[in-house]
């Protein structure tokens, strides 16, 4: 991964209206640990992402958004390789911010996913 890669970010359908995602879909709930799971567009398509987390991973998502790296790390949110579960993976990282500079720093990457558009869709 570098500045210019891609990551992508599947969109469950409760985090979207009018047709496009809720800022809660771009920061983390507690359980996920400060961290938010995403792939890495320099290692898979957009639409290979949509089928491994459906298909392999049984898991529901009504389509791809994808942030830059640099868009990520403008917000002092860096994105880090995790392989452990497969070898595309990567996470946001917003460990050490608070819920309301989560909030923050989601609204604006929402911003920057939504003016870029759906990258895949189900």
């Known amino acids: 991964m570098n500045e210019d890669t891609i990551v992508y970010r599947q969109i469950h359908p409760n985090f979207v209206q009018d047709g496009f995602p809720t800022s809660q879909a771009f920061r983390p709930t507690p359980k996920d640990e400060s961290k938010l799971s995403v792939y890495d567009g320099d290692q898979i398509s957009a639409e290979q992402s949509y089928r491994h987390y459906t298909q392999e991973g049984s898991l529901v998502s009504v389509g791809v958004m994808g942030l ?14 995790d392989p452990d579960p497969f070898p595309e993976h990567a996470l946001i990282d917003f460990t050490g911010l608070n819920d309301n500079q989560c909030r923050k720093k989601g609204k604006k990457l929402q911003a920057k996913a939504v ?3 759906w990258l895949h869709r189900a």
Do not use: D, L, N, Y
């Open 115 to 117: 003016a870029r558009g």
């Open 68 to 81: 830059q790296v640099a868009e990520c790390t403008a917000q002092s949110i860096p994105v880090v390789p």
